[in-house]
């Protein structure tokens, strides 16, 4: 009786618990899709500033190929930095350096800028940016000191550009461009903001669906579990019943053996009393006689009633009397008990229960009993 009512708040837990866990890996894999759409978005962004770089600075570099051929020269000194120059113009540009094909230093703006080699992975083919969120201006010299030296830290766009003087052509250079950030920052910013409010919206969404699917299938499966309890219990109680009736049955066996070899004495002794009551020399002992006649005759009737359930049982009789039907047939076999002790018995009763034969039998059986002795006393 403790199970059942322990197993609804276990369920319960167990379902939060589930909840929980199913919702927190959800988040985890929101976030890491987000997270992945972010960087991927920020690379077209940083994608996008370094073309359009790379498209202004190839056009200068090419007109500036364009005038140079019309007086007879394929390249001019100080030529790439003066097209890079020319396409800052058009942006925010905080800085620049430029290298020719060999990776010898052309060139830069401001000056004091470092004329250090570019590293291997900045010698590109294709244009390519980073943002630097918090970067000094000094720090552009490629000086320590000047790097070291208190200052405001802004965020900085570093593109790397290849320049060509024509599309498809050679190699002529690469650009460095350090660009003010703000824009981007800001641009990345509300990217941010859009994206962790898709991604909450997401969540809350996906988290209604997984609440209610799980919901709906641990009602499914608590239900398929009560009906397995249910089941198990029948199964349980028809193994009881069936042990039972193979006990009763050996016991049935024995009784009705050792009724049959009382019940061909009994008769003989009924038989024999029955004869004695009429030869009886007194009164007194012709009533011990009768009784002893009506003792034996009623020890021969619950015999063939105990034989006659023993015969139902044996048989495989299945049916089902009322209440009141057990009644009147246990008060109609008491009757003839009663008419001799001058006891009338009436019966008088309402329902409709049912009772299957075995136990119909066996009440009837006690029912008679009582109501024998009843009489008698």
């Given at each position: ?313 044996q048989h495989g009789a299945h049916f089902d009397l009322s209440a009141e039907?057990?009644?009147e047939i246990a008060a109609g076999r008491a009757r003839a008990s009663g ?39």
């Amino acid at each position: 009786m403790t199970a059942p009512a322990s197993s609804p708040p276990s369920g319960r837990r167990t379902l939060i618990a589930v909840v929980a866990l199913t919702l927190g890996v959800f988040a985890g894999v929101v976030a890491f899709v987000t997270l992945q759409l972010r960087n991927g978005l920020r690379q077209q962004i940083l994608l996008r500033e370094a073309e359009a770089l790379s498209a202004v600075a190839s056009m200068q570099l090419a007109n500036e190929a364009a005038a140079l051929a019309e007086v007879g020269l394929t390249e001019a000194p100080g030529e790439l930095l003066a097209a890079v120059l020319k396409a800052s113009k058009l942006r925010g540009v905080l800085a620049i350096r430029v290298f020719d094909a060999q990776r010898n230093f052309a060139g830069s703006v401001p000056l004091a800028m470092s004329d250090d080699s570019p590293k291997s992975e900045d010698w590109v083919m294709e244009p390519k940016a980073r943002l630097h969120p918090r970067e000094k201006l000094d720090s552009l010299s490629g000086s320590d000191a000047a790097a070291n030296r208190p200052g405001p830290e802004i965020p900085l766009l570093e593109a790397w550009v290849p320049l060509r003087r024509t599309e498809g052509g050679a190699l002529a250079g690469v650009a460095q461009f350090w660009i003010d950030g703000h824009g981007l920052a800001g641009e990345f910013y509300r990217l941010d903001g859009k994206l962790a409010l898709q991604a909450l919206l997401a969540w809350f969404a996906g988290g209604i669906v997984i609440v209610v699917a799980l919901w709906w299938a641990f009602r499914r499966l608590d239900t398929a579990n009560r009906t397995l309890a249910a089941r198990t219990e029948d199964l349980q109680r028809a193994n009881r019943e069936l042990v039972l009736a193979a006990k009763t049955s050996a016991l049935g066996a024995v009784t009705a053996h050792l009724i049959h070899e009382i019940k061909n004495p009994l008769a003989g002794l009924e038989l024999f009393v029955a004869g004695q009551t009429g030869a009886a020399g007194s009164a007194e002992n012709g009533q011990e006689l009768a009784a002893a006649s009506d003792l034996t005759r009623r020890l021969r009737t619950m015999i063939n009633d105990v034989v006659s359930v023993l015969r139902d049982e044996q048989h495989g009789a299945h049916f089902d009397l009322s209440a009141e039907e057990v009644v009147e047939i246990a008060a109609g076999r008491a009757r003839a008990s009663g008419h001799s002790t001058g006891v009338r018995i009436e019966t008088k009763g309402s329902g409709d229960a049912k009772l299957p034969g075995r136990q119909a039998n066996l009440a009837g059986l006690v029912l008679r009993n009582l109501l024998q002795n009843a009489a008698e006393a």
